[in-house]
């Protein structure tokens, strides 16, 4: 992060492609700074570190509570583009385009917030006190860490290089630069083995990855090319090889979806880890077996593993795995009062959603604002957090669930359905109502989720 700057990040200010150069310029500000210009300190109320969904959500919060004048909040991150990444599943199935989802960071950043086009160097908490890529430091009496995670293509061996030969069938709905490839290789594929992707460890979205596997099937069926019936007389196989050991980490979603993959004759290759791709042949770890396994593919869709940025993993505020360490009910850090986290970046241990965070921000905005007041908080967080899961085209499984792989149900509560049943009404939620209110609200700190509008 020193030495680079991408053009392209993720959701917060991931840098979600690191691995493909092409996106990678050397940044001259650094240098530039160093021999000119002497640093600068500024003091702000509060500074947010990533304008991703949880960044500008909070943001947008704080600033509506009207106890802030301009530019007593400060927003960071390196970013020049905003994704609507739940997205991405939808351009990888030909439902949207990749263009469509984004826009210009610095256009949904209200103009009363000091936005530094910046990335973060260090922190360093016991003097309230971060410094910036240029070399400037910033000072708060409140920090929210909201940076998002990496999405680490370079963590399995040869991937970079089969995501970007034209050529090859290989392709991710994880990245900006790759998502839409996803549906050429689906297009593309006449006959053979088709295998879908889930890491070890934490992952953004942890539906995502079956959602795609379902849509090409869905597209493959129509297309006569898949034969649900007979597995053997298919013109495609299709396989899902997790490193999980079983479909999803909730149990009532998890079990409705087995009987899915069951019916639909897709085999499930559990325990499974991608390693390595090497031209046509894919290289597993069986995490049970403690051994490896190499399969030949036609069609790979991978699902690179991801992790904290360096920044923060190597900062006072990680915990031993490099997540901002807060707790789980409050979102404040364990140990310094004043640090907040919530989205990706955080200890949260919950699933890494958008949905997630509409029911995360608001109670980290009630506890921070009682704290600038010298009070404890008071907010509590229950682990809400949501998947959308596209189960064929025009069908959505809405899990949705709090601590403990608990279902918590909104439509359940409300109209008394139960969500584990693709539905039509869910299929239209995901894709048209949530990028809409996406933009419309969430962002501009209008909206609370199953909570709806906030005023
Ligand atoms: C939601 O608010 C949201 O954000 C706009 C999503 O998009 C990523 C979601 O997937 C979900 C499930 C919600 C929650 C809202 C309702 C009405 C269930």
């Known amino acids: 992060m020193a030495m680079f700057r991408s053009r392209v990040t993720s959701k917060a200010c991931s840098n979600g492609l690191s691995v493909l150069t092409a996106q990678i310029v050397p940044s001259s500000r650094n240098f530039a700074t160093v021999s000119s210009v002497s640093p600068a300190t500024r003091n702000h109320k509060v500074v947010v570190v990533g304008g991703g969904s949880a960044g500008l959500a909070v943001s947008h919060q704080l600033l509506r509570t009207g106890k802030f004048a301009k530019n007593d909040i400060a927003v960071v991150d390196p970013a020049q583009w905003h994704h609507y990444q739940p997205g991405w599943t939808l351009v990888g199935g030909g439902l949207k385009t990749k263009e469509e989802l984004r826009k210009p960071l610095e256009s949904l950043i209200d103009p009363?917030?000091?936005?530094?086009?910046?990335?973060?160097?260090?922190?360093?908490?016991?003097?309230?006190?971060?410094?910036?890529?240029?070399?400037?430091?910033?000072?708060?009496?409140?920090?929210?860490?909201?940076?998002?995670?990496?999405?680490?293509?370079?963590?399995?061996?040869?991937?970079?290089?089969?995501?970007?030969?034209?050529?090859?069938?290989?392709?991710?709905?994880?990245?900006?630069?790759?998502?839409?490839?996803?549906?050429?290789?689906?297009?593309?594929?006449?006959?053979?083995?088709?295998?879908?992707?889930?890491?070890?460890?934490?992952?953004?979205?942890?539906?995502?990855?079956?959602?795609?596997?379902?849509?090409?099937?869905?597209?493959?069926?129509?297309?006569?090319?898949?034969?649900?019936?007979?597995?053997?007389?298919?013109?495609?196989?299709?396989?899902?090889?997790?490193?999980?050991?079983?479909?999803?980490?909730?149990?009532?979603?998890?079990?409705?979806?087995?009987?899915?993959?069951?019916?639909?004759?897709?085999?499930?290759?559990f325990q499974h880890d991608l390693v390595a791709v090497e031209g046509n042949t894919a290289i597993f770890a069986r995490l049970d077996k403690k051994d490896q396994v190499k399969m030949h593919f036609d069609l790979l869709h991978v699902v690179p593993k991801m992790g904290p940025h360096e920044f923060v993993k190597k900062s006072d505020l990680a915990n031993e795995v490099g997540f901002v360490?807060?707790?789980?009910?409050?979102?404040?850090?364990?140990?310094?009062?004043?640090?907040?986290?919530?989205?990706?970046?955080?200890?949260?241990?919950?699933?890494?959603?958008?949905a997630a965070i509409t029911a995360q921000a608001p109670v980290l905005v009630e506890n921070l604002m009682q704290s600038l007041e010298g009070k404890e908080p008071t907010a509590t967080y229950n682990g809400y957090t949501s998947c959308p899961l596209l189960t064929e085209?025009?069908?959505?499984?809405?899990?949705?669930?709090?601590?403990?792989?608990?279902?918590?149900?909104?439509?359940?509560?409300?109209?008394?359905?139960?969500?584990?049943?693709?539905?039509?009404?869910?299929?239209?939620?995901?894709?048209?109502?949530?990028?809409w209110v996406y933009y419309k609200s969430m962002v501009k700190g209008t909206w609370a989720g199953p909570k709806g509008w906030v005023k």
């Open 112 to 269: 009363k917030l000091k936005f530094y086009n910046e990335g973060v160097t260090t922190f360093s908490p016991k003097e309230n006190l971060l410094t910036l890529n240029n070399g400037d430091s910033l000072n708060y009496e409140q920090l929210v860490v909201v940076p998002g995670i990496t999405v680490n293509f370079d963590s399995i061996k040869g991937l970079p290089e089969a995501l970007a030969d034209p050529n090859s069938l290989v392709s991710s709905i994880y990245g900006y630069n790759t998502c839409d490839k996803v549906f050429h290789t689906v297009t593309s594929l006449r006959k053979g083995t088709a295998i879908f992707t889930q890491p070890a460890g934490i992952v953004k979205c942890a539906g995502a990855p079956q959602k795609i596997m379902w849509l090409a099937l869905d597209y493959w069926k129509r297309a006569g090319l898949y034969d649900i019936s007979n597995r053997e007389r298919s013109p495609v196989q299709i396989n899902f090889a997790t490193a999980l050991p079983g479909m999803f980490g909730v149990p009532k979603y998890s079990a409705k979806l087995n009987e899915l993959r069951i019916e639909r004759g897709v085999e499930g290759l």
């Open 325 to 354: 360490d807060v707790d789980e009910t409050t979102t404040r850090h364990t140990k310094y009062a004043n640090v907040w986290s919530v989205g990706d970046a955080s200890s949260l241990p919950t699933s890494k959603t958008a």
């Open 393 to 435: 085209y025009g069908k959505v499984m809405l899990a949705e669930f709090k601590y403990g792989g608990e279902p918590h149900e909104t439509f359940g509560r409300l109209l008394g359905v139960d969500q584990a049943t693709p539905r039509r009404a869910f299929y239209h939620l995901k894709k048209d109502f949530f990028p």
